[in-house]
């Protein structure tokens, strides 16, 4: 059996997807859990221009761009 201490880590990182069980067992369907969240905020335009222009240039979603670059600078 896991430690309550790993359990309780698990339970955490997983919170959306248990809301999601609980819901399915409440009423029986099973809706998906949300994956990603729409977020807002400011860049310089100039920035902007470019960076839209570089992703519809090689076919990119500027989402996604904006993900990994996040990842890396995270070190995820």
Known sequence: ML????INELVEKNKDLIL???EFDRTGQLD???QKERVTF???MELMRIF????E???LKMSN???RLL??????
């Open 57 to 59: 240039d090689h076919n």
């Open 42 to 44: 400011t860049i310089d």
């Open 20 to 22: 999601a069980l609980e």
């Open 71 to 76: 990842k890396e600078e995270l070190g995820i």
């Open 3 to 6: 430690p309550e201490k790993k």
């Open 65 to 67: 761009v904006v993900e």
């Open 32 to 34: 998906r859990p949300k």
């Open 52 to 55: 839209r222009s570089y992703c």
